[in-house]
């Protein structure tokens, strides 16, 4: 059985950007999963000579605003509840909002395995909110940038036990 990769966390943080990154066009046709969400994708991942099923937790625009979030929140709780490991994406240049503790505080309690990367770390923007994501009680921060391919390699090494 392939194991199952959930990227999650708040809107515009890269999520999408890393799921492009991992999945390329290998998109999943559909998921069928009943009593699911439909706005989310699923992808198959390469990273490395890793192979892993991917999901990105979209969608968020449809949602209405009172209800924003409680659908992001049953949204990550049923990706995470699929999943053998969470990509909890924090953005390194925005730093910490409380949406993000709102995750953390989710993703803490879930019997998930999570590993935390902060992204759009390319350049020196980044180093501040890479520290602040160490408060959040998740582990040591990954530095990656989606958007220019970097720190996947240090992506792969925490992965590839957990896959
Ligand atoms: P999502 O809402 O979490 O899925 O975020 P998206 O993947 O749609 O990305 C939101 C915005 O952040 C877009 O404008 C992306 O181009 C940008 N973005 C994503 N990854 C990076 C990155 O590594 N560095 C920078 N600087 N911007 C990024
Ligand atoms: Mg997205």
Known sequence: ???KVAIVGRPNVGKSTLFNRLVG??????????????????????LGDL???????AGLEEAAA???EGRMRKQTEEAIGDADVALFVIDA??????TDETF?????????????????????AGEGGLLEAYSLGLG???AISAEHGEG????????????
């Not at 192979?51 to 937790?57: A, L, M």
């Not at 240090?154 to 957990?162: A, F």
Request: avoid cysteine.
């Open 140 to 142: 040591d921060p990954i």
């Open 51 to 57: 192979k892993f099923q991917v999901i990105d937790t």
């Open 25 to 46: 066009k290998r998109l999943a046709l559909v998921d069928d999963t009943p009593g699911v969400t439909r706005d989310r994708r699923v992808g198959e991942a390469r």
């Open 1 to 3: 059985m392939v194991a």
């Open 152 to 163: 996947l390699a240090d992506l792969y090494d925490v992965l590839r036990p957990v896959v």
């Open 104 to 124: 953390a505080d989710l993703l803490r309690k879930s019997p998930t395995p999570v590993l935390l990367l902060a992204n759009k770390a390319e350049g020196r």
């Open 93 to 98: 240049r925005s730093g910490l909002t409380p």
């Open 66 to 68: 009172h209800s924003l």
